[in-house]
């Protein structure tokens, strides 16, 4: 993420000029293209898009926009129980843009989450959760604006197949460029397949996916999603990223669940698949999400200045100091998969050491240092990885850095070393991050008070989102026999 969140280019400029603000801009971008169906998205608790479409017909009239429409909450993740189903959908009409994907033309907005019955937004909407979160900045009066870049990174690959039965159990991944194909008999093999660790920025004709990229980046910036630049990742078999300059809170969080939506559908179109599973492939890098941020008061960035380490401020050091100190309990939103502790290990790139540098990306917190511009100046927490529901970990990261900020928390000095190269003694004084699922979970428990500042974060969300976790996924993964124990164990 190296360009200034202040530059805008021609063609997004253009399509922050045309894009809906009101029910009545909305009512007329329908009938200017000739729009035939609305499509409704709305995110569940763990992370992903939900949709239902209706007639653009519905949504030229009055009703919609003022009474919403209603769906059952009792169906949807981390949602309502039976007895109490009924929610309503309201629209936003500043997320509303022309679907990139359905064939039919579609115009595709989000929508907020409302019980029926109080008329008040719904705690657990995650973007409820992050819109509060953007809220509460300026009610600190610390700073009027956030602005956030997530890197996510992704796979592409050519077939995937996975199953779990009471006696078997087994996952099976392919990709032309995978390593392992160097031998197959693929009639024919024309090798250029990226060595383990060494599928970072290669040309074609290694590089496979180049046109896929470029067509995923192209529809991105159709719909307003400010893409920066694409290049193959460091793992083999088609580990990629597509970069999206900063926007505020809530906006970044659209635009990647728009991201992961573009890149799933495109990536199946040329006949593969997408996965944002942080780590798929054993002994290879996994998937990370690397999120740069920083606060801003009006025109000043408050992270920089020009006498201070790295450029930073005093209010950016105690951000990171609050990042350091919360960092377990973020990582329960930020890292919420089992599979997510299976990256955060030491050797592939992972941050799991708690400290901050500038450059050295052994360290939980980077400043990074492309440019000396006083705009350019955040902070890259790069523990959560693309498997999390960006609304909640933009909210946490945010919620942790100000109470870091409200409470003068030191992060101690920098460490500009390898980390991974320290001698035992100095290695004994850096903690690390959880690793587990469970250890995050257990994090979250123990330190959730700066969540709920401001009302941000409510008991129940934490609540659900810890039942939820524990229940539906550490249990069912941690009862179920694992392939490799039986290579282990079977002739003991």
Known sequence: MTTLVTEKDRDEAFAEATRPSTPDDVKRFIQKNKLQV????????????????IPAQELLGDSVWKEGIGFDGSSIRGFQKIQESDMILM??????????????PTLSIICNIYDPITKEPYSRDPRYVAQKAEQYLKK???GTQSYWGPEAEFFIFDDIRFDQGENFGYYYIDSVEGDWNTGRDEKPNLGYKPRYKEGYFPVPPHDTLQDIRSQIMLKLRSVGVPVECHHHEVATAGQCEIDIRYSPLVRM?????MYKYVIKNIARQFGKTATFMPKPIFKDNGSGMHVHSSIWKDDTNLFYDPKGYALTSESCRYYIGGLLKHAAAILAFGAPTTNSYKRLVPGYEAPVNLVYSARNRSAACRIPMYSDSPASKRVEFRCPDPSCNPYLTFA???MAGLDGIKNKIDPGKAVDKNIYELDASE???????PGSLEEALAALEADQKFLLEGGVFTQDVIDVWIAYKREVEIDSVRLRPHPYEFYLYFDI
């Open 38 to 53: 609305i499509d409704f998205k709305f995110n569940d608790l763990p992370g992903l898009w939900q949709h239902f479409s």
């Open 91 to 104: 629209p936003d009409p500043s997320t509303a843009v022309i679907d990139p994907i359905c064939q039919a």
């Open 140 to 142: 600190t009066k610390i």
């Open 253 to 257: 969080a659209d635009n990647l669940l």
């Open 396 to 398: 946490a990261i945010l």
């Open 427 to 433: 290695a004994a004084h850096i903690k690390q991050v």
